[in-house]
Each structure stands twice: as C-alpha cells, then as structure tokens.
C-alpha cells in the first residue's frame, strides 16, 4: 500500500455535466418522501423511479453503448449517485445491479449473457441481489455450503443464502456456491451462478430489520434446476471472481454519504436556532469531515477509472466512512436533546432514530470492520 | 516530481538530527535555493505553485524540521513579512501530513521486528487494528493537505477551515496509538519518536486547533445558502 495513489483528483468537466439533469430528474421524485425514508437511502426503492433512472441514461453509465450504457467512466457514475445519495433517492431497487452485477456480468459473461441481462438493468428493469452470505458464513465466505451439481440439463442448487438485500423484489441473485469439493476445500470448487428467482424449488422468506422495514431475506433452494447457462464465468474461479465484485461493493461513495441526508435536516433545524458556538463547532467538524472523505471516495473512483483494483485504498475509506457515518445520529441526538427548550420536528427525531438503530450495518454490510482493518494491516506490509 | 522531491530530500536528510547546529541547518537550506521555489520565475524563482512544493512540506514534516521553511517559501513568493492565518494553518497542515506518514512509517517497523511472545507484536490482531486505524488517520491528514494546498497562496477561509480542521483532529489519535504500539521505548527522551510526536502536537494546536476550524467550518455552513453538504463542499473546491 502507497498512500501516494489516492490524491485529490479532479471529475472530468464533461461528467461535471451530468449534474443539473439527474438533480431534476431527483427533485421530480422525491417531493413527498418523508424524512425517514430519504434517510434510508440505498436501503430504500422505487420502481418507478429506477425506471425513469434508466429512462433518462442513468444506469450502466459504465457500460457500453451496445448494451444500453453510456459508455462512461466510473467518476460519471461517481457524479450521479453523489446526488441520488446527498438527496435520499429511492435508489434502492437497481441499486445492486448497477453497483455490481452488471459489471460482473460485463467482465465475467459470455456474448450471450451480457445481451440478455444488461440492456434490461439499464433501462431499468431487471433488479439483482448478492448471493454470498450463509448461515454459517459470514466473514468467512469461502465456507459457503450451497452446492450446484451438473446434470445433464445444467445445474440442480441446493442449500441456503441469508442476509440477502432484495431479494423479494430482485430477479436475479449472483450467487456463490460450492460446485465441486468440500467446505474444507476453501476457495477452491467454488463458482458463481446467475439464479433465476422465479424458479421452482426457491424460497424467499423476509427477515424483518430492527426497525421493522424488510430489506434483508433468507432465500432457500430445494433442486432447483438451472440451465447450462446459468454459470457465470469459469467453473471453479468463482472466489476470484467475487473478489472483484467485492472490489465494486466496497468503493462508492455510498460508504460515506449513507446518514448526509440526516445530517443535512439536522444543519437546517440548527440554522434556525439562535446562535450557539458549540453547536457551530459540530456542524463544522462533520461538514469538515465528510468534505475530505469525499475527495479521499473521489480518489478511490480516480483508481478504478484508471483501470486498477484499489482493494486496500477502498477498504481505508469504507471504514473511515462507515466511523463517520456511524457518528453522525449519535452525535446529533446528543445535540438536540441538549437543547430540551428546543420544538424539534417529530419527524427528524423519528429519523434519528431510525438511523440510530440501523447504524451498526454500516460496518458490518460490504465486510465488517475488524475484516477491513485486517485487509488495511496487511496491505500496509504487516504479516 | 522527484527530481524536485529527491534533491529535497538529500538536503534534508544531510541537516536533519538533534545534534544539527541551527545554524549551519539553515544556511545549508538557504544554499539550496528551494526557499525560493514559490517565487515566480520572471522574478528569479522556480514558479512552483502550492500543490506543486506539498510533498516538499510533507518532506520537512518527515525530517522533524522545525526551522520555518515553507513559512519563509511562503513569504518570499508574496514579498511579505507575516503570513495570514489560513495560509499558515495549510501549510501546518502540510507538515502534519508529512511527521504523521513517518509516525506510521516508524510504528509499522516497528511492530514487524518487536517480538513477544516469540512472534513479531505485529502479527498480533489488536496491534494490527490500532495500526489500521492509524493508516486511516494518516491518509485523512493527508487529503486534508491536498484539499488545503489546491488553491494557492490565497487560500479561502473555508478551505483553510475544513483542511486545519480535519488534520489537526487526527493528531490526537496517531499520537497515542503510535506511543501505544512502541511500548516504554517511545515514552524516552533518546528514541526519536517523541521528537515526532511531539511537534505533531505543537503543529496540532498552531494556527488554530480543530475546534477553533470547526467554529469557522460551522458557521459558513450554516450561512450558506446552500441546501446540502453535497452542495456545500462542491462549492468549497470552486473557491
Ligand atoms: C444491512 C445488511 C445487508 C446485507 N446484505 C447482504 C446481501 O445482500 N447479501 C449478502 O450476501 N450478505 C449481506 N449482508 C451480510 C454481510 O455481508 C455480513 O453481515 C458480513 O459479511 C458479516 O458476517 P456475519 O454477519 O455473519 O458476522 P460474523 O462473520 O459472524 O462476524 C461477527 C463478528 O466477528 C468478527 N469477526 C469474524 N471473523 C473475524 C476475524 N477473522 N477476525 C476478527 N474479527 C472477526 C466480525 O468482524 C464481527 O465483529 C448484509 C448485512 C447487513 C448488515
């Protein structure tokens, strides 16, 4: 690891440009969304506006052209998921298919596979989720058990995913599942199939979240039969193919922007209220705070639109993102309710708390902190 | 950029040391011609800008210079004798960059070649996660001397703000955890890390701390017309 290769960098002025129009496509939709639903950001989703999204050209902005992309790089999508996140867009339906899956499919698929998937995920349409976490594993993902054996149609699956972000409204999971060996085979055996969720044999069951919203789910599979094409990529290299989609999970500016809106009612109920230093002190150091892990997301962007893998830079920022972001609700209950005189809008107490409970994801979703910080060691040449 | 870095660093390393006589450091600095590196060319400098001598700033951090180089770099470039504060604060946050990338540098060597408990303290998962959280420290104060040095000898008071602010408030932390990972060694007055640490903690406090920044920070926040931070902070890279 080089802290030289994260430096402030500039967006490109043509993808500057992209700005005003996704503002407005922004403002058309989220007018009466309330408080606590823009504060759940990508958590949060819309068909309709995922498809008015893919309408306008705002999709696979990485993908090529002939698949319905725009073919640009990855600090155009940089600009426009910065607005959708600082507003608490209801990104939430594409969100996995534009992040990752579309550009595992681009990068592992055959011809036929990216014509049949990635038109759909630009306009819109056609909604993926992350197959990779189990029961019995979490941090430890090459001890996945769900297994897919060759028949002489294509696969038959079985086993079982959990923690599975939307898979109630996804089409497609990416999944990785063991595909010949034993647990004990570690990254060896391992595979990843593109499972069609309407097929017979699977189960999707909701995992209520602590405040009662259902993003997560446990999706069972009982012989589910797949065809031959339901591989993506090569047998048996599925662990370094998750390893570049993880690559793509980790890096966006969703792993700083995800309490911004949260942050920016709070600075609004502050800006009507006499003025108080200590008060000013903390709007400041957050404002201050969030202003340089911006440019340090931007600089990790800069790498991967330079064609690298910035594995351990995107760590480094995940985990100083999810801190800060961690910090925001807490410090600002602490704020409002120092000051009892004060009407606070129910609204932005119901957010904070919101946030408050759902919180300690943000360093356990994309990889926990503890497995970051090992990366981050290691990366910094301790063994 | 290493052809202007290398040379530096030469030069530096041939005067840095507590046993350097002051004098004889500054005239050999002075010699080098690079206190004169902001200066415009048509005047008889190198007409560096700010970005451009950053890693020189960061250099003098890593050296422990305390002699005012980049304040006199500074001064001769504006053909002044005092420099306003959100300058001196950037350029105090250059230096904080550089001691805290040597403070890393240091606690990481140091842990892979301490041993207890017959294997390197290094090796050890709580060291290896105070370390990690150092490394982030480390790269904050480091973008912060980026984002402060990108606009120039006249910098806006809420660049100035946001870099001091966010730099100054990551010393605390790199401090202890790099005294925390030497051990008693580092708490002596003859293993160099205090002399580290301890201008760390004096550059912290100049020009400003973190909560005399995160007053200005505040305030122009909550003046601005500006909806969101998003807004907000592309406005900050535009002044
Ligand atoms: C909101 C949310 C959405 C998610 N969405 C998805 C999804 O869509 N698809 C999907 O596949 N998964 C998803 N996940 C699961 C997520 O990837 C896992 O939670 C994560 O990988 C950790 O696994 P675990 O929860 O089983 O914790 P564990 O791995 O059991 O960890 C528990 C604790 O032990 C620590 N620990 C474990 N191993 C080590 C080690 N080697 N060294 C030090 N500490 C260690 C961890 O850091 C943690 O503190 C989601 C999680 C959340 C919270």
Redesign the interface.
Known sequence: MNFDHLTLSEIPATDEELRPAIRELIAAHIGNMPLYKRARTWMGGDAVFSRAMGQAGFLGLTLPRKYGGAERGPLARFVVVEELLGAGAPVGMHWIADRQSALVILKFGTEAQREQYLPKICRGEMYFCIGMSEPGSGSDLASVRSRAERTENGWRLNGQKVWTSGAHHAHYMIALVRTSGEPADRNQGLSQLLVDLNAPGITIRPVPDLNGDHDFNEVFFDNVELPHDALLGEEGAGWSQVTAELAYERSGPERIYSSAVLLDAWIQHVARQPQCEARQRLVGSLTAQLAVLRELSVAVTSRLAAGEQPVVEASLVKDLGATFEQSVPSLIADDLASHPEESVDPELWHAIMTVTHIAPAFSLRGGTREILRGIIARGMGLR | MDELLGPFEQMLASVAGRSVDSVVQWKAIEESGYLDALVPEAAGGAGLSLSDIEPLIRALGRFAITAPVAETMAKRALGVDTLGRPLSAILAVAEIAGLA?KI?EMS?SY??DRVQFGK?I??L?V???Q???M??Q???A???S??GC?HGLAPSLEVA??SK??AS?TVPQIASIAHAVHGAIGITEEFDLQRYTRRLHALRLAHGS??Y??????????QSDR???????LS?RKS
Do not use: Y
């Not at chain 2, 909806?227 to 902070?233: G, L, M, N, R, T």
């Open positions: 990338e890393l990481l842990a892979n390197p290094g090796k998962q060291i290896q996660q370390l990690a959280v490394g982030e480390v790269l904050m480091r973008m912060a980026q984002i990108a703000a946001v602010q966010v408030a973190e909560g920044w995160a007053n200005i920070v505040g305030k122009a926040r909550l909806q969101s931070s998003v807004e907000f902070i900050l």
